[in-house]
């Protein structure tokens, strides 16, 4: 038997999962967005890494052609190759290639990318089971995960080595070697049995959502699962563990939060919870031109730009819908250049189309709160001005998130996604699905973020077309949820 590197992760996590890779691969779930994003991420962060150790060879990755490139590392050893990226190896029944290898006097030390921000456990088997893999082919002398800095900021020139942090694991390594042939051991015997009869657990998303979750969670209810409680801290699991897969069946005496038991309540009466008098004291806090905001920000895992920190949130968008005393209603936007700091000119332009009066309207505002505070940081000179927006800020999401209005099909939550298509079951107007290519924040949050590298600059138009009609959804839908509870009373 052979397995990957990856391969043999997915084993440690879940024997089961790594069977149905082997064996249905077909079962698998499609790659989201934000597998997809952070493949990408990982990339990028790894392709910067080789400038800690420059004038390394590459062995080009060949999926149809493993013995190729493992040749071609032996060839790299052999003629006195000081730096390797993506040395390939396979020994010990594990195919396995290491991101940066770097000569040490006459022994080798493995270095281990990743994009996260500090050494996690599943790093150290990682890591680990390249040292076996290399172990019986090369000597090897130390082993290092190297993980970017979240301290860092951007000042100038990108400074790879203050962003990237080295960590020596090699002690933690050794220590794994010994259990490694037993786990493979295992996992060879496990796969040329039937399926393992392995139920869910907390382990379906530990350290990995497993892409095979659509299948072994096909029993449950589709509609009613316990899973579907929130604020639960934990308890679906009691549940599930009890036999009880369907909200529906929960005991009236099983031990839950009040929200949780508020959801379930209102979920086996499909009642309807309106408490008119909580709404209109809510709405007279309100005060005209009401201005209804919302930001889209992307994250870098690398800075681009000064002033900037690994994986903050940079506002690079935002949307107002302005709805004045007698009824008028004005939309206006912006987009920031891919290629500049968006921060600066979005400040001012927010600042200029905000009203100077009136209310500022915003789902979960310590979001939009949080943001202003972070632009206003990095805008001193009109801080003071930023500031007091922040001032002004009422959360449409309040009367929601204290089931002042509660519908059975929030499902005990309270964001907007939740509750536009319940309030709003038959509205394509209202429908994030009948956008174009962004349809949520996080397909804003990744297009955004990686629309300086688009080489096929003619879609650019049609991206940002796409950008700004979801951000425009985004505060229409406000004003349609505020124009729903005016009309309750």
């Not at 049609?462 to 009309?487: F, P, Q, S």
Request: hydrophobic share 35%; aromatic share 12%; glycine share 4%.
């Amino acid at each position: 038997m052979s397995l990957s590197k990856s391969q043999y992760i997915r084993g440690l996590q879940c024997h089961k999962s790594l069977w149905l890779y082997k064996n249905r691969y077909g079962l698998r779930d499609t790659p989201d967005s934000q597998a997809k994003s952070n493949f990408n991420i990982g990339y990028q962060v790894g392709d910067l890494a080789k400038e800690l150790f420059p004038d390394g060879v590459e062995i080009v990755f060949d999926g149809s052609d493993f013995k190729g490139m493992i040749a071609k590392t032996k060839e790299l050893i052999a003629n006195g190759a000081e730096v390797i990226y993506e040395a390939a190896f396979s020994d010990n029944g594990i195919f396995a290639m290491a991101d940066i290898l770097v000569k040490n006097a006459k022994a080798w030390d493995i270095y281990e990318v990743k994009a996260s921000t500090h050494t996690k456990e599943y790093h150290k088997n990682d890591t680990a089971v390249q040292w076996y893999a290399l172990s019986n082919t090369i000597t090897l002398n130390r082993a290092y995960v190297v993980h970017i800095n979240n301290k860092y900021v951007r000042n100038g020139e990108l400074d790879v080595k203050a962003l990237l942090s080295i960590d020596d694991i090699t002690d933690i390594v050794l220590q794994k070697q010994e259990s490694i042939p037993l786990e493979l051991l295992e996992m060879e015997e496990m796969l040329e049995g039937a399926v393992p009869n392995i139920d869910i657990g907390k382990h379906c998303s530990d350290p990995y959502g497993c892409d095979f979750s659509s299948h072994c969670w096909s029993h449950l209810p589709k509609e009613d699962s316990v899973f579907d409680i929130s604020y639960a801290m934990g308890k679906q699991w009691k549940l599930y563990y009890q036999g009880i897969l369907s909200i529906n069946d929960v005991p009236n005496n099983f031990h839950l939060g009040k929200n949780a038991r508020t959801q379930i309540r209102h979920h086996k009466s499909q009642e309807i919870k309106i408490d008119k008098k909580k709404i209109q004291e809510f709405l007279e806090t309100i005060e005209y031109p009401i201005n209804f905001f919302d930001f889209e920000t992307f994250q870098n895992a690398i800075p681009r730009f000064d002033n900037q920190r690994p994986y903050s949130q940079m506002p690079f968008q935002y949307s107002l819908h302005i709805l004045h005393e007698d009824g008028t209603l004005e939309h206006k936007e912006f987009l920031g250049d891919e290629n500049s700091d968006p921060r600066r000119p979005l400040s001012e332009q927010m600042l200029k189309e905000i009203t100077p009066t009136g209310s500022i309207i915003a789902f979960n505002q310590s979001f939009e709160i949080t943001q202003i505070k972070n632009l206003a940081l990095v805008c001193s000179d009109i801080s003071d001005e930023l500031l007091a927006l922040n001032e002004r800020f009422i959360d449409l999401a309040h009367p929601f998130q204290y089931k002042h209005y509660y519908h059975p099909k929030f499902n005990g939550k309270y964001s907007i996604k939740i509750v536009l298509p319940t309030l709003f079951p038959d509205d394509d107007e209202l429908d994030y699905k009948k956008l174009g290519s962004i349809q949520n924040g996080g397909d804003a949050m990744d297009t955004f973020a990686n629309l300086h590298l688009l080489k096929d600059k003619s879609l650019l138009v049609g991206i940002k077309k796409d950008l700004l009609a979801y951000c425009r959804l985004d505060t229409l839908a406000m004003v349609r949820i505020w124009e729903k509870l005016r009309n309750i009373y």
